[in-house]
Structures are given as C-alpha cells and as structure tokens.
C-alpha cells in the first residue's frame, strides 16, 4: 500500500531530508526498513497522525529509483591532468577595508612563485581571504596588524586538480560533480578557488587523502 492524498508529499519531503542526511554522512538507503522507523517520528509530526512502517518503506523505494534514475543523467568527468596536493598551509579571513587592500600589495612580496610557494587572495564583498604557506604566518599576522581578524586556520592542505585543456572551464556541473564527491566524504572546504585549467581545494590536512582519492576519479590519463 502506498501513500495517498496528503501523505505522499510528506513522505517525500522527509525522505529527501532523510536521504541528504545520509548521503552527508557516506551511507547509502539500502535498509529502507531501518529508514522508516527513523522517518516515522518525523512524518507522524508533520501530518499530525498514525502513518503504517510498510508506507514509508514503499516510499522511500520509490525515491531511491527516481535517484538512481537522476544519478544515471549526471554526466561522468574524467578529464586529462593530475592532481598536486600542497601541504603546510593556512588560511586567513580578514573584515575588508580600504586599509586591508593598500597591503595586499605588499603580502605578495612575501612569497617566492618561483620556488612554488602558495598564494591565494579571494576579495569577497565584506571579506578577504589570504591563503599561503604556513612559513609565512608570523609575518603575515605582523602584517594584518590593526585589522579585523576573523578567523586563522592552520594544518590545511590545498589539493589542485590541473586539467590539461580548457575543457574543465567549458563543461557545465565540473564543480558541483566535485564538491559532491566531497561532501560525500563528509569534508569539510574552507576555500574553493577556481582558475580557466585549475580547480584548487583548501581543506584540514586530516583529509587530504581522502579527499585526493574522491577527486582521482575525475582526472584521466
């Protein structure tokens, strides 16, 4: 017996949350028994009375073939480049201000490009993020004196996928197939930084390998 009236759509609602949930957390619904006794609480709530186990279990086996379904659509990337992870890095936000951005000049005489060192400044509307090697933390925070401080992150990795063309900048979803490799993962980004053939991740160093074997999928040989 399936949902009627009113029923449906609440299920499916919290079918969704239920599914996102668990998607966020690297499970999959393949118990939709166990599924339903968790929705239960939920759906009774929200429509306000008794629904039967075996109707939400009918449901949530509806849904997951409809994502099955949708997930079949979704485009496969694999595109040709490789992936560089650089460690020892850091991360600092910082309020935006006129003062602020008369010294950003000088923050890129800090790094030496030429031996591969890190930087990334992402100007927001309110916000400034600087992302760098952890060697220049003490003058960089000398050199953010008197400005407002956000937040300092440490022990940060940036993992950069290097594509071989610009196909990667011309193909619609590339990012978002990315970030839901890694949300699947349950990781964590604290930046996103994309360039025409670089699509680069700053994330903890706790993740780095986890998130470096989510990604290898997209970049062929």
């Not at 979704?74 to 910082?94: A, P």
């Not at 309110?126 to 022990?155: A, Q």
């Not at 196909?167 to 839901?180: E, H, L, Y």
Request: one cysteine or more; a positive charge; aromatic letters at 10%.
């Amino acid at each position: 017996m399936f949902l009627h009236g009113n029923y449906q759509p609440s299920c499916k609602k919290a079918c969704r949350r239920k599914l996102v949930f668990a998607g966020s957390n690297g499970q999959r619904i393949d118990q939709p028994r166990l599924s339903a006794e968790q929705l239960k609480p939920e759906i009774e709530q929200e429509l306000g009375k008794k629904v039967k186990e075996s109707a939400i279990v009918m449901a949530l086996r509806r849904y997951e073939e409809e994502l099955q379904g949708y997930d079949k659509k979704i485009k496969r990337f694999s595109f040709k480049g490789e992936i560089i992870m650089r460690t020892n890095i850091i991360d600092f936000n910082v309020v935006k201000s006129n003062n602020l951005l008369n010294k950003i000049k000088n923050i890129y005489n800090l790094v030496d490009f030429e031996k591969g060192d890190t930087l990334n400044i992402i100007l927001g509307s309110n916000e400034v993020s600087i992302v760098t090697n952890e060697k220049y933390k003490e003058k960089l925070i000398d050199f953010l004196k008197g400005e407002k401080m956000l937040s300092k992150e440490f022990d940060l990795v940036a993992l950069t996928i290097i594509f071989d063309s610009k196909d990667f900048f011309d193909t619609p979803g590339v990012i978002f197939s990315a970030i839901r490799k890694l949300a699947w993962e349950q990781i964590n980004l604290f930046e996103i930084i994309s360039t025409m053939t670089e699509l680069t991740f700053i994330l903890s160093k706790k993740d780095s390998i986890k998130a470096y074997n989510a990604l290898q999928g997209m970049v062929g040989k």
